[in-house]
């Protein structure tokens, strides 16, 4: 990872991807790596912007979801599926040749309180944001004791959170949830 401080963007990006393309939404706005470059989506190539805007249009369960909120305009249906499908910033392209291959960590939204959470995002194991920081600190291997101290909470809490964490990714131990968690991209 590497710091980067671009037009406004203050964060750490993926140092590594040069290959591919990483959509995220960040700081209200929609953004992009591509070619190592990070940048606003409306200042990507043509091309990057068609391929991205065709996964869009070839979403069907997004676009009839958006249908069944009353989401009807192009501009607002794609927004909002930017935020919410494509989602934020993590370290494996979502584009590869031209396909969507998003993993479960971009649909990791900050909107906790969001009414479409887990319907339009496609949570695909409904993981919160405080479940994937806890799941991100025990692939670190440390203690729990230590990641309990290190997220601000009991090490009794920590541990029933593990528990909920294996219930929701269908895990038998703690060494298959993060086989889980990594399989997810997280």
């Known amino acids: 990872m590497t710091n980067l401080c671009y037009y406004t963007i203050k964060t750490k990006i993926p140092a590594g991807i040069v290959e591919g393309t990483e ?3 960040f700081d209200n706005e929609k953004w992009l790596i591509h070619n190592g470059q ?3 989506f409306e200042d990507a190539t043509l091309q990057v912007k068609n391929i991205i805007t065709d996964a869009f249009l070839a979403d069907e369960a997004g676009k009839n979801y958006l249908k069944k909120i009353g989401i009807t305009a192009f501009s607002e249906g794609f927004e909002m599926w930017y935020k919410c499908v494509v989602g934020a910033l993590d370290e494996t392209p979502d584009f590869v040749d031209g396909n969507l291959t998003a993993d479960a960590y971009n649909h990791a939204c900050k909107d906790y309180k969001c009414q479409h959470r887990g319907k ?6 409904g ?4 479940e994937i920081e806890t799941l991100v600190a025990l692939k670190r291997g440390e203690t729990i004791e230590h990641t309990a101290e290190m997220l601000f909470i009991s090490v009794a ?3 029933s959170r593990i528990e909920h964490i294996k219930e929701k990714l269908g895990a038998t131990n703690m060494a298959s949830m993060i086989a889980k968690a990594v399989e997810f991209g997280i």
């Open 23 to 25: 959509a995220f939404w």
């Open 38 to 40: 990070a940048q606003r």
């Open 120 to 125: 339009f995002c496609s949570l695909t194991p």
């Open 127 to 130: 993981l919160s944001n405080y």
């Open 157 to 159: 809490g920590l541990k």
